[in-house]
């Protein structure tokens, strides 16, 4: 298989803070040679999708180099108010004790930041122009001190009439927008779908605020909205049973209370399974995001408009089986709060329902429905549980990532001019923790002030888990699994899966560039697959030939990559690049996939971190008529660290191919 050549990548790879310029071919590792009982392919055909690099050792006796002493860095930023929640500017670092545990720590950063005057605010910095065909999942950070702020439609938790109520408020808002103000617009339904890029234009935003018309959720229990409560099947049987205690039943029949029981346990059951989809979605979308901005500098505020749900759903006590409703998903919360906090994002919730009363006081519920006294009772109760819980889970995210939660208010335009107010007036804190161990426990922080009447908003504390090393349960599970190791893969294969989902915004924990070009000139096809190529399998919408082959070329900003080291000095990695092509639908029709492990001795490494980066190559086909596009993604192994781009095709169909590059006499 043809290599990347270095200088390819060095040109525009500076461009985006990357080096390139002694890149590190993945599939010809340096001092690479085959182990004893490996068997190697032929010169001529393609790397395998598992090719292993094994490295000389370190001459025996020779000191290892010191590459860098790593510490843990725990960042905290707080925003100060005063008694009518205005900013507090000109504090200094001797004004603030900060304890994790109760226990003091040093201050080891301090940095104050203001929201820049409309004088200060420069457009938003381009990406640099990149030549034709060749793409980055980089994104440009905002100039200076600028905030950026996400709004999170949620379509999934919310009803559409309530929907609709946040479209206003959001227009409202965008009337009185502070110029240059960075603002990017995603939506949520069953994923995360990105609808307007970062922009300081109010029009552009007003435009797509204004095509949001409403969508509804199937497994929300009031899609629509209003006032008017669910009233369940069991429900209606135990309101039957008030009326006309033991008509139309058997004597040897069940009994109306084994019925109601019966139906209630079912109903409970099913709502979980809802409530358990619902959470899920929302947090894998959380995640995405954590990802998407883990790579812009500073604080980003995520204004999230949502009706809210609760992460834990206690027992019932209103009959049938009192543990069919249970559902507690506060590990899959855990491991969203550890990704948001690290990427530096701060929730500001909004319960778009604005402020609510239970709607067994609406006038269209008089009558006959209430007239049993325990059913008027039974549906308040549930009201204010449902309440209590999904408010809870609100406050306890905008605290646990230093933000605010927003609820029983119907200034939704307010809340959002409030939320990037407060996102644009902090301070930062930094410490190393005495305790430095990563012991999985969760450390409480707290921040105080010497000066006495002002407010103080920041995040309650973390958990001290390493980064580097993934979870150890399955992926949507809170039990522990038997083998880590087999857990790890599990996971990663599902981060993975999500991060490579057509429209899903792209993962910048690792950046990568990626060179996309036709194999051959326009109107050049072929009736086979290129090697390796997976179409026409389970799950995947049939293609047929003809087909147009296209050169994928990555380049990897390799300090996003974590290795390990072993005894003889070695440096060790593994890397996964993928390829899967999407029909306009969101239809999978063809992928390609390749594992490679890497081995380095430690004189190289040196040299790859300070001078080098990571190529790779591989070839894709996709059906010669017809509109695709081409998502590609680039897995660490070792941390399940992501990075993902979608490219349509039509962007490099008619760029001519690249030329062949003269290859040595094989040896």
């Known amino acids: 298989m043809k290599t990347v050549p270095a200088a390819l990548f060095a040109g525009f790879a500076l461009t985006l803070g990357l080096s390139f310029p002694a890149c590190l071919d993945a599939q010809n590792p340096p001092s690479a040679q ?220 069940p009994t109306y209370s084994d019925i109601v029981s019966n139906l209630k346990t079912f109903e409970d059951m099913q709502q979980t399974f809802e409530y358990r989809l619902r959470i899920q979605y929302t947090l894998d979308a959380m995640n995405e995001l954590a990802r998407y901005l883990s790579n812009i500098p500073g604080r980003k505020n995520l204004i999230w408009f949502s009706g809210s749900f609760p992460l834990n759903i206690l027992p019932t006590a209103e009959g049938g089986d009192p543990f069919a409703s249970q559902l507690n998903m506060e590990h899959e919360y855990h491991e969203t709060t550890n990704l948001l906090v690290r990427a530096q994002v701060a929730v500001y919730p909004v319960d778009a329902r604005g402020l609510q009363t239970s709607p067994v006081f609406n006038a269209a519920n008089a009558g006959s429905r209430y007239s049993n006294p325990s059913a008027f009772t039974r549906d308040v109760n549930r009201f204010n549980q449902a309440n209590v819980a999904e408010h809870q889970t609100m406050a306890t995210m905008a605290s646990d990532t230093g933000g605010q939660a927003f609820f029983n208010t119907n200034g939704l335009s307010q809340a959002v001019s409030t939320a990037i107010e407060d996102g644009s007036n902090y301070y930062t804190l930094a410490y190393t923790p005495t305790d430095a161990r990563y012991k999985n426990d969760f450390r409480h922080i707290e921040v105080k002030l010497a000066a006495p009447g002002y407010s103080l908003s920041y995040r309650r504390g973390y958990y001290a888990d390493d980064p580097d090393t993934p979870g150890t349960t399955t992926a949507g599970s809170a039990t522990p699994a038997p083998d880590a190791a087999n857990a790890d893969a599990l996971i990663g294969e599902s981060l993975m899966q999500k991060a490579m989902q057509h429209g899903v915004p792209g993962s910048t924990q690792i950046v990568y560039t990626v060179r996309v070009l036709p194999d051959a000139a326009p109107g050049v096809t072929e009736n086979d697959l290129a090697p390796n190529n997976v179409a026409n399998g389970q799950g995947f919408s049939p293609i047929k030939p003809p087909y147009r082959r296209y050169r994928v070329d990555f380049g990897v900003d390799p300090s996003n990559i974590v290795f390990t080291t072993t005894p003889d000095g070695v440096y060790h990695g593994a890397i996964d690049f993928d390829c899967f092509l999407y029909d306009p639908d969101g239809r999978v029709l063809n992928s390609v996939s390749n594992k490679i492990s890497l081995a380095l001795p430690a004189a190289r490494y040196l040299s790859m971190m300070k001078t080098g980066g990571i190529t790779f190559h591989q070839e894709i086909s996709a059906p010669a008529k017809g509109d695709t596009s081409l998502r590609t993604g680039v897995h660490d192994l070792t941390s399940n660290h992501i990075g993902s781009a979608e490219i349509p095709l039509s962007l490099v169909k008619n760029l001519p191919p690249l030329p062949v590059q003269p290859q040595p006499p094989a040896k």
């Open 34 to 253: 085959p182990a004893p009982s490996a068997s190697t392919a032929p010169a001529a055909s393609t790397a395998p999708p598992a090719s292993t690099a094994s490295a000389a050792q370190t001459p025996a006796g020779a000191p290892l180099p010191t590459l860098q002493a790593r510490a843990k860095l725990v960042i905290v930023d707080v925003v100060v108010t005063d008694g009518n929640h205005h900013a507090i500017h000109g504090l200094k670092k001797d004004q603030f004790t900060l304890l994790e545990d109760r226990k003091p720590e040093t201050i080891k950063a301090f940095e104050e930041h203001s929201a820049p005057t409309a004088a200060e605010l420069a457009k938003y910095p381009p990406l640099p122009k990149l030549p034709p065909g060749i793409f980055s999942n980089y994104v440009p950070a905002p100039s200076g001190d600028r905030p950026v702020n996400v709004l999170l439609l949620d379509a999934l938790n919310t009803p559409i009439s309530d929907q609709q109520y946040v479209r206003s408020q959001l227009l409202d808002y965008l009337k009185h927008e502070q110029p240059g103000t960075s603002i990017a617009i995603f939506g949520l339904s069953s994923q995360l779908v990105m609808l307007q890029g970062f922009t300081s234009d109010p029009n552009q935003l007003r435009q797509v605020v204004e095509k949001q018309g409403g969508k509804g959720s199937i497994i929300l229990d009031n899609t629509v909205g209003g006032e008017a409560p669910t009233e369940a099947l069991s429900d209606q049987v135990a309101d039957l049973q008030q009326q006309s205690p033991g008509a139309g039943l058997q004597n040897t029949g």
